[in-house]
């Protein structure tokens, strides 16, 4: 669960690829490795093909947007999937998302919780920043043992995910 805790909630502020993978394609689970938007192999649970079309190339533009566009346009992205846009598998996966992530929530140590909310409710320009220094924290271990090896799993699944990638 602490796994899922982390992975989850450090990744509150945006809607991840790997979640949205796993929306389009009905799994939770780990899937064998697959060819990425850049023709790498994502070993990560990212079945990038599955995707609705409409879909991938929304999460390709992010790339290329500065942090304040990325924001907005991950916003959209989520309106565009609660309102059935990249059709009804992605959308029932939206819909259930945040009775997922508070019950998430409810599982994280006090601590995690309200520096999470402090980073959330943080300034557009600061909230990046923010939940980077959370994310580093959980890595140290300032939220226990647990949160840290979540945080660790979490981390080598994005490094191996996309080599290179910081932040």
Same mark, same amino acid.
Do not use: N
């Given at each position: !669960?602490?796994? =899922?805790? @982390? *992975?989850?909630?450090?990744? &509150?502020? %945006?809607?991840?690829?790997?979640?949205?993978? *796993? %929306?389009?394609?009905?799994?939770?689970?780990?899937?064998?490795?697959?060819?990425?938007?850049?023709?790498?192999?994502?070993?990560?649970? %990212?079945?990038? +093909?599955?995707?609705?079309?409409?879909?991938?190339?929304?999460?390709?533009?992010?790339?290329? !947007?500065?942090?304040?566009?990325?924001?907005? *346009? @991950?916003? =959209?992205?989520?309106?565009? %999937?609660?309102?059935?846009?990249?059709?009804?598998?992605?959308?029932?996966?939206?819909?259930?998302?945040?009775?997922?992530?508070?019950?998430?929530?409810?599982?994280?140590?006090?601590?995690?919780?309200?520096?999470?909310?402090? &980073?959330? +409710?943080?300034?557009?320009?600061d909230r990046r920043d923010a939940l980077l220094a959370v994310r580093e924290a959980a890595l140290s271990g300032e939220y226990g043992d647990r949160v840290r090896q979540a945080a660790e799993r979490r981390q080598e699944r994005r490094e191996t995910c996309r080599p290179g990638a910081s932040g």
């Amino acid at each position: !669960m602490a796994a =899922q805790a @982390v *992975a989850g909630i450090l990744a &509150a502020a %945006a809607i991840g690829g790997g979640s949205l993978v *796993a %929306a389009a394609t009905g799994s939770g689970s780990e899937p064998a490795p697959t060819t990425g938007p850049t023709g790498s192999t994502v070993p990560c649970g %990212a079945v990038w +093909e599955r995707l609705p079309e409409d879909l991938r190339g929304d999460l390709r533009a992010l790339e290329e !947007m500065s942090p304040a566009e990325r924001a907005a *346009a @991950v916003r =959209q992205i989520r309106e565009d %999937a609660l309102a059935g846009d990249y059709g009804s598998t992605v959308q029932q996966f939206a819909e259930r998302r945040d009775e997922r992530r508070d019950r998430i929530r409810r599982h994280l140590p006090e601590d995690l919780r309200d520096d999470l909310k402090a &980073a959330l +409710e943080a300034e557009d320009g600061d909230r990046r920043d923010a939940l980077l220094a959370v994310r580093e924290a959980a890595l140290s271990g300032e939220y226990g043992d647990r949160v840290r090896q979540a945080a660790e799993r979490r981390q080598e699944r994005r490094e191996t995910c996309r080599p290179g990638a910081s932040g």
